[in-house]
């Protein structure tokens, strides 16, 4: 367990509304990434993060925004959710110890209505 | 376009039996070539990697893959499945210095009693 937890693990909001994800980890790493899965697609990863304030868009970075104000926690906001952002989200940190071995939090449950 | 390939979307096997979970790759260079699994309603676990050396990688649980470059391939094995291996397994390869993972779209192993 890499001490990395996600919150929360489920919702469902309104298309239209804004939402925000959030990701913490204890072990003060530097690369951090969302993705999002979804059936047929495996996972597909959204934004990144290499350090406070350093973040930079992924395979399907549209309609989302990140934000890094310390080091432990990485948000990922949707600005306006609609109904094809309904997924399963995952958070992942990089020890940058092991080769790029991730390590990957439970998961958020999102469903746009 | 750089990409792993996960050609089948099931595998299906007898307890006690070897396993195969293929995965081909399309990556420039020298790849770094992951699997995960994902057991129900979990995050995503590191299983192996291959980075350099030995074509053959041991990994956790008794799983072990080789990577093949002639025929770009990095087949996940066991040689004795159990009923409890029964997970959605990805190969995945890292893209660029910034640890960023690219996923296949998974592969489903069901191992019957």
């Known amino acids: ?113 | 376009a750089q990409s792993v390939a996960q050609p089948e979307d099931q595998v299906n096997v007898a307890e006690g039996n070897p396993l195969t979970v293929k995965c081909t790759y399309s990556v420039s260079g020298n790849p770094y070539l992951f699997w995960y699994v994902q057991y129900p309603n979990r995050g995503l676990q590191f299983l192996l990697k291959y980075i350099t050396g030995d074509n053959l990688v041991k990994g956790s649980y008794g799983f072990e893959a080789e990577f093949n470059k002639s025929q770009t391939s990095f087949h996940l094995k066991k040689p004795s499945a159990l009923v409890s291996d029964s997970a959605l397994y990805f190969c995945a390869y890292i893209s660029g210095n910034t640890g960023k993972l690219i996923f296949g779209q998974g592969t489903t192993l069901q191992v019957k009693p």
């Open chain 1, 1 to 113: 367990d890499a001490g990395i937890t996600q919150s929360p693990r489920h919702k469902v909001t309104e298309t239209g509304t804004p939402v925000t994800l959030r990701c913490h980890q204890t072990e003060n790493h530097r690369y951090m990434y969302w993705y999002r899965q979804d059936p047929g697609h495996g996972l597909r990863l959204i934004h990144y993060s290499y350090g406070v304030k350093d973040t930079d868009k992924g395979e399907v970075s549209d309609g989302y925004s990140v934000s890094r104000s310390k080091t432990e926690d990485f948000l990922l906001t949707l600005e306006s959710a609609t109904s094809s952002q309904t997924s399963v989200y995952f958070c992942a940190l990089d020890r940058q110890s092991s080769y790029n071995e991730q390590f990957f939090g439970p998961g958020t449950r999102l469903t746009v209505l």
